[in-house]
């Protein structure tokens, strides 16, 4: 039985997310795997459609109903991997109680603001260039690791390079857990 994978969204959710397919392509013949849009998981109706609105909506109780649902919905513990402010989501979400294998967040906007980290196996994957990452000070101090790519900002999880990478160690952790 394979393992569960468990993607959840950017801000963007299937609306902008052409890039997320390929990410299936290389796991959905080694991982069960469910997808949640953020914007469904959080309940969004946002109006006018802009990158601002959007993250308002988020910051302004978006992120907290997100985790919530995303708790009600997932009971086993899974794997998870998320991106943007779906770390975010999932973080709190591992926080709350939700069952967690590991979190492999790119980009997580959001978490730089929490006082402690899930009980799991963290991944936390950064650009260089990205302005929402956490500084190593937080880090130390709420003992996690941060992984930083060079030349990447924020989106970094959209480059095929990058995606090949991440799916790479995604499924070494699926085939060294069979044998």
């Known amino acids: 039985m394979a393992e569960k994978l468990v993607v959840v969204s950017d801000m963007w959710g299937v609306k902008n997310g052409l890039w997320i397919t ?3 392509g290389y796991l959905q013949q080694y991982y069960d795997i469910s997808f ?3 914007q469904q998981l959080a309940n969004l109706d946002v109006s006018i459609f802009t ?3 959007i993250h308002e909506a988020f910051v302004n109780g978006g992120i907290e ?3 919530t649902n ?3 919905k997932e009971e086993t513990a899974s ?3 998320a ?3 779906g770390g975010a989501i999932a973080w709190k979400a591992a926080l709350s109680g939700l069952p967690m294998k590991s979190l492999t967040a790119i980009s997580a ?3 730089r603001f929490e006082k402690e980290s899930p009980n799991c196996e963290l991944n936390l994957i950064y650009g260089e260039c990205d302005k929402f990452k956490p500084d190593m000070k937080w880090a130390k101090k709420v003992g996690v690791g941060l992984r930083v790519i060079p030349s990447f900002g924020h989106q970094l999880y959209t480059d095929e390079k990058i995606i090949g990478d991440i799916c790479l160690e995604l499924l070494q952790k699926v085939t060294r857990n069979a044998s």
Do not use: G, M, P, Q
């Open 79 to 81: 794997h998870y991997l």
């Open 70 to 72: 995303l708790l009600k």
């Open 109 to 111: 906007t959001r978490v």
């Open 36 to 38: 949640y849009d953020c």
């Open 22 to 24: 390929s990410y299936f």
């Open 83 to 85: 991106f943007s402010i």
């Open 51 to 53: 990158e601002k609105n």
């Open 65 to 67: 109903t997100a985790a």
